[in-house]
Each structure stands twice: as C-alpha cells, then as structure tokens.
C-alpha cells in the first residue's frame, strides 16, 4: 500500500465528483431535499387542524353550543354549509370527504334530554363521508371523540376511566427526529453502492483498468483510496443533512462517537456489496439497473421512510435479512433513544455483515485485464 | 523466421507462450525476441492473438504456459518491478473523462512516483495547446496522443504502442507516426502492435506476423519482402478485353482490377519488355505502366493466407 499512490487516486476521484454536477445533486442535493419535502409533509403541528363543512339546520342557542364544543381546541375549523343544500351533493361537489349535518329539531331534543331530564330522549347527527380518503377515519375518530366528551360531560359526573401517556422516549419526539437518521443511511448506501458500481464498471467498459493494470497502482491502493473517497463524501453529505435538519426543522438528535463508526461501518458494507454486484454490470447502462435493483427495494423495506412495524411480518422477517435495516436501527438507537446497547447490537450485525462483504468483494474485484 | 537465442541486448524475450480462453487457443507457441533501441512491429489480422500476446507481454493479462521476460525480469513473476520500467497505451486507450490533459499526465506521473516534466511530455505529443482540456473533449487522435505520453511519464526503457493509430484520420496518424519517429530516436525499444502495414513498413525495424495464434515470420520489412515476394508487379492502364487473355497465353498471371488496369507479376525487365513487345504487336491500347517492388501488405497477405490454408488442411486430415 503506497500513500502517495493512495493520494493521487483520491485527488483524481474528488475532482471528477467535483466535476460531475449531476453526482453532486445526487449525492448531496438529493438526501437534503428529501428532509426537507419529507419533513415538510409528515412533521405534525402541535395541534391537529382540520376543516369540517356543517350544516346546521337547526339555527338555535343549543346548535351554536355544540359547534363551539368542536371548535375549542382549534381542532377543527367550521365551514356553514347552507340549509337549503343536499350535504351528500356539497360533499361531492366541494370535495369534502366529512360533512356534518346537525338535524332542525336538535334545540328541541336536547331541551327535552337536558331541561325535562328525559333520558329516553337522543338526538341523530348525521355525518356525510369519503370512505376512500386516507384522512377520514382521523377526522372522524376526534368528532367521536368530541361527542363522548360531550356526552360525558352531560351526565355531570366526572369520568371514572382516564388514560396517562408515559413515553419510552426521553424526550418529545417528532417525525423528522425519526427521519433524519434514515435519510443519512439511505445517502450513505446510495453513494457508496452506486459510485462503487459506476466506478467500477466505468474502468472495465472504457478499458481505463487495462492502462492502471500497467502502473505501480495495486489493488489494495485501489480498494483503500475507494473507501475514502466514499468516507469523504458520506461526512459530507451527513453534515449537509444534519445541518439543514437542524436549521430547518430545529431536530432535537444525540451526536456522539457512535454516528462516525456507523457511518465508516455501513461505507465499508455498501462498496464490498458494489464490488460484489461489479460482474453483473459490467456497462454503465446495466451498472445503473442493476444498482437500482438493489437499491430499491433495500430502501422501502428497511424502514427508511416509515416503521418496519408497519408492513406485514414476512416482510418485517425479510427487511430484517437487508443490512440497511441493521444501519437504521443502529443511527437511530444512537441519535435518537441514545441507547448504547441497542446500538452496540445493531451496529455489530452492519460490522459483521460488512467485514464479510468487503472481504468477499476484495477477493472478487480483479486488478487486471482478465475480464 | 528469424528468432535470435536470447541475451542481454534484448529487450523482450517469449519463449513458447500459449494463452487459452476456455476450448479457444488465442496464442500457440509463441517465440520472438526483441532487440534494445529497435521499433518492433507486431503484425496481424484481427482475432490473430496479436493483442492478446502483446498485453501478456505488458502484463496485463497472465499466460497460459510459455515464459515472458521483459528487461531480463519475468513479467509475471516480477510485473512490479517490469511495470515502473515500461511505458503502455493500451488497444483504445481511455482516461478519467473529466480530467484534463495536463491533470491526467501529472496523476501518472505521482503514480509512478517519478518527477515527470508533463510540459516536455506536451510538446512530444504536440498536446501543449490541449493542456487545459479536459479527456471527455478531446478528438480520437488527441486521446492517442495523451496515451502515448502518459506511456512515456515514467521515462520508460521499453514503450508498447497497440494500434496506436486505429480510427485516426490520415493527419492524426502522421503526427502519431512523428511522435514513434521521436522515440525511436531517443533510443527507446518500441512494441508497435498494427495491422496498418504501410506503418509498420515506414517505422519498424524487424516484423513479426501472427495469424491464427501462430508466428509465420519475423524480419526486417525488406527482407520479408525480399524472401517472401521475389517478383516485381507490373501494373498496366488499358481497357482492352483482349489484353489480359493475352498476357495468360504468354504465361503470366494477369487481373483485371476494379479501375481497369491489368496487375501482372513479373520476375524481371526482360519479362516486362517481352509483355510490352507483345501488346505492341497485337496493336492493343495502352494508356500507361508502372513497375514496382511488392509491399509488406503483400507479403501480409500471402503469408496470412498461407497459414490459413495450411491450418486449414491440417484440421480437415
């Protein structure tokens, strides 16, 4: 292993990088934008906000009451939907997936119930929904939830049941606390994986390895000068991450020694996986497709973007065979439970996995013509 | 065939060098010797096993049996030391695209380790007003021409050129011919791999021809042509049917060629006074004539179809 070797082959890759705009989007642009459109649409505010058309057909002191009762936690917004409109035709025509119809008689019934105590007395408020909107089962669980508040409250006795949440979280966390070490992962492996690829199959297709087979350049010069390009890059593209995540979105994430060992543990997995993956791309083209291949289904399944949790358990079982899953969970448990032994478990998994990739790889990746 | 014992005026010895891919036998015995300070052109068709023997002799690629030995060191025993003492442009020679010329010329020469003088470099290769452009933008003859001197960083004993001038137009192949011309004059030992016989013929001191994985001669360009075609081609401009059939009668072999004149080979003056005599006398046309020496080309030729025959009746027995 020569430095200045090493050196000459490090200088050579950072200027081409620097160079290549399209890389530069891909591998800093890219991871950042993501964050911030992510972060953007799923971060929660502090109170859930809501618009709900009403029809009030009943115009009386004890109508105006019961949209107070919805309105006062701002959770959600009232729209008057005039009296003379059928609710299921505004519902179609204002695109609304939740109209809420108080009936004319609502005063009357609830002076019945409330004043004259007649408990054989229940009033009817019709709701007009979308069942095939994704956010209608939300807006429909705090409208009931609302209504048995109400209900409670009616009978003048305090509730025997209540719940007390208790986090497993130290902290209040957000979505995007949750995200942002997925994001790191996800930059990381594309990088690695990808730039190993098109690198690789950049020297055998253009034959550039024919001419560097004829130089002192070795194959550990080769392989080391790779991985710390992809360090460099990977440090990089973390801090860009890091950065706008905190600007933007003031993250609350532990940075400790363990995210540099991570990362410098799930470089080495994704570049031994590209030089492993070098025989079946041998073209820039199929370089790409069979990247793409990999890389797909490694970042839907890992749980990246959302929980492992969430999906079926043959594919928890199998998102649990993918290292990526091991990298996340690793980042996660150090930057955001700040849990040293669940990162020493997942962190060991990604390490064992990439020693044995990288060392399969290395014995793989030929230094010469032999192609 | 020439193939001198090996000693230490030589550059380059093989010995016996066969390379096999599968059922396929690429080289098959191959022996050769290359001199210190001479140009050596390595000729023959494609799919000959020319490239093949040349890129095991550059170390690129490791025989099958048979030994190569480049500078007296075994090159594979030994490719790293034979690799800092040689200079290679590899068959389409291709560098990092968005390099330029003088950044792909310096990342070579800290490979090597060595204090290139990359100016000295651009002006051998007429490259100096192409410093700043990058790989991706340059011409196919540029490209060759930054090979040739990324080949020549290291100061290198022995330069390997293969087909350093495929797919260049006819300027860009002279300027590459003036920059093998330079080395030559330098003192450098030169392995031109070609199958352009008009560059061998002009730059090479000694020829050696492959078909089919087999050397079928080695020699200096005119003692080929000497041994190999003894005879004098006489070309004859006339559209006149009855002329080639005449010519036959006489006992030459004539052919018409697609521009209508008469190709006829001939051993001596005598034999083309005796052909013109007789054109005279019938009173047939004739618009001009040209004698001259046979070339490497047709040596190539007839050596390639040669062995190709003889291997041809060698697999049918």
Known sequence: MTPRIIAANLTVRLKSFYREKSAMFFTLAFPVILVLVFGTIFTKPEHLNFDLPVQDLSHSAASARLLDALTTDHTFRITPVPAGVDATQYAREHK?????????????????????????????????????????????QVLDAIVAAMNQRMTGTPPFITLVATSI????????????????AMAIMTSALGNALNMNAELLQKGILRKLATTPITRTDWLVSSILYQLILSIVSTVAILLVSYAVFDVRLHIGAWLPLIVVIEVIAFVGIGMLLTPFAKEAESASAVGNAFLFP??????????VEMMPPLLQSFAKLLPLYYVNEALRAAMVFVDDAATLRFAGVAAGFAAIVFVAGTFKTRWDGET | MRHDMPNSEHAIVVEQLCKRYGTLLAVDGVSFTVARGELFAFLGPNGAGKSTTAEIIETIRAPTSGRVTVLGMDVTRSKAKVVRRIGV???????FDRLTVRESLSYYAQVF??????????DLTHLRSKANARFNTLSGGLKQRLGIAAALVNDPEVVFLDEPTTGLDPHARHAVWNV???LKDRGKTVFLTTHYMDEAELLADTVAIISKGRIVATDSPARLTEQHANHMW?????????????????GFDATRSSDESIGVPVNNADDVRAILGEIERAGLSLRGMEVRKPNLEEVFLKLTEEHDSDAANEGSK
């Open chain 2, 89 to 95: 442009l590899p068959q389409d020679f291709s560098s």
């Open chain 1, 298 to 307: 490694m970042m839907f399944l890992s749980g990246t973007f959302f929980p």
């Open chain 1, 96 to 140: 609304q997936n939740l109209v809420l119809v108080v009936p004319e008689n609502y005063a009357v019934l609830e002076a019945k119930r409330l004043g004259a105590g007649d408990v054989s007395v229940s009033v009817r408020l019709m709701y007009v929904h979308d069942p095939s909107s994704t956010s209608v089962n939300t807006k429909i």
């Open chain 2, 113 to 122: 380790g060595c204090d290139a003088d990359v100016d000295a470099l651009m």
């Open chain 1, 169 to 184: 979280l130290s902290e209040q966390y957000r979505f995007i606390e949750f995200f942002v070490p997925g994001i790191i």
């Open chain 2, 234 to 250: 006489l070309t004859l401009g006339s559209s006149d049917a009855a002329a080639p059939g005449l010519i036959r009668q006489m």
């Open chain 2, 180 to 182: 093998l011309k330079g």
